[in-house]
């Protein structure tokens, strides 16, 4: 991507994004991803959750919550158990971070299937609207893959 959003210092944050669903392939589980990186500078992240959603615009919204701070997670594995050994994903009903083979970071935000009588489009979103002092985070913007032998 050429254009990235950077995310200096906010009280409040909102990442949306849509996609039309005619493009997606029908009878097929997609997963939505955020895609960001944090700077040196980060703050604010390690001690907040957001909240996700992936839904049809107009349509039923299931909420999770999700952390944009690996510390957090190592933070919860120590306080946990020193030795446990945690992939990224969901855990706690938490969604964590995992970083990517190219460099940038990604936290599931929630899943779609794409059935053929539906239309419209596909919305994704993060909010944090509970804390202020957060900055730090470039965000490339949302991916939405579908999932393997599921169509």
Known sequence: FE???????????????????????????????????????????SNQAGNSTVRLVGGEKFIRTVVLSAKRRRRRIRNLNANTSMPRGRYNDHNYPGKRGDGWTEVELGEFFCNREQEG??????????????????????????QRGSS
Do not use: N
């Not at 039309?20 to 700077?39: E, N």
């Not at 919305?123 to 900055?135: A, K």
């Open 3 to 45: 254009d990235v959003a950077q995310l200096i210092h906010a009280c409040w944050f909102e990442f949306r994004g849509t996609i039309d669903i005619q493009i997606l392939s029908p009878s097929t589980l997609y997963t939505a991803y955020l895609i960001f990186k944090a700077t040196r500078h980060a703050h604010g992240f």
């Open 121 to 146: 489009e596909l919305e994704m979103s993060v909010i944090d609207v509970s804390s202020c002092g957060e900055g730090g985070l470039i965000v490339q913007w949302f991916e939405v893959i579908g």
